[in-house]
C-alpha cells in the first residue's frame, strides 16, 4: 500500500486545514487508515483512525472535539479535517494504513506533511 499525504501548511491558532492521504495498491481500501504526528522534540504520536468500512473511529484526547476523520472509499481517501487548531499542533503528520484498526502502530506509512500553527 501507498499513502500520498497532502493538505499541510501554515495557518494561524485558531484556524483549520484538512488533511488529505490517497491510498493506492491492492486492497487499499480494505485497511484502516489513520494519521500520526510528530512535533518537534517529540515521538510520534497518534492522532485519529478509522476503520476500513468508515464505521468505527478512534482520536486521541488531545484532538477529540477539535478533529474529524473521515474516508471515502470511492476514491481511496482518508481526510482529517482539523479545527481549532493550537500551537501545540505543529508536527509533522504522517498518514497511516494498517490491516485493524490500532491507535498505537500501522503497517504502512506515508511521507508526512507538516502542519505549522503559528500564535
Known amino acids: 500500500v501507498q499513502l500520498q499525504a497532502s493538505g499541510g501548511g501554515l495557518v494561524q491558532a485558531g484556524g483549520s486545514l484538512r488533511l488529505s492521504c490517497t491510498a493506492s495498491?491492492?486492497?487499499?481500501?480494505?485497511?484502516?487508515l489513520g494519521w500520526f504526528r510528530q512535533g518537534p522534540g517529540r515521538e510520534r504520536e497518534f492522532v485519529a483512525a478509522?476503520?476500513?468500512?468508515?464505521?468505527?473511529?478512534r482520536y486521541a484526547d488531545s484532538v477529540k472535539g477539535r478533529f474529524t476523520i473521515s474516508r471515502d472509499n470511492a476514491k481511496n481517501t482518508v481526510y482529517l479535517q482539523m479545527n481549532s487548531l493550537k500551537p501545540d499542533d505543529t508536527a509533522v503528520y504522517y498518514c497511516?494504513?494498517?490491516?485493524?484498526?490500532?491507535?498505537?502502530?500501522?503497517?504502512?506509512w506515508g511521507q508526512g506533511t507538516l502542519v505549522t500553527v503559528s500564535s
Open positions: 495498491g491492492r486492497t487499499s481500501s480494505r485497511y484502516a
Open positions: 478509522i476503520s476500513w468500512n468508515g464505521g468505527a473511529e
Open positions: 497511516a494504513a494498517s490491516t485493524v484498526l490500532s491507535t498505537t502502530r500501522s503497517d504502512y
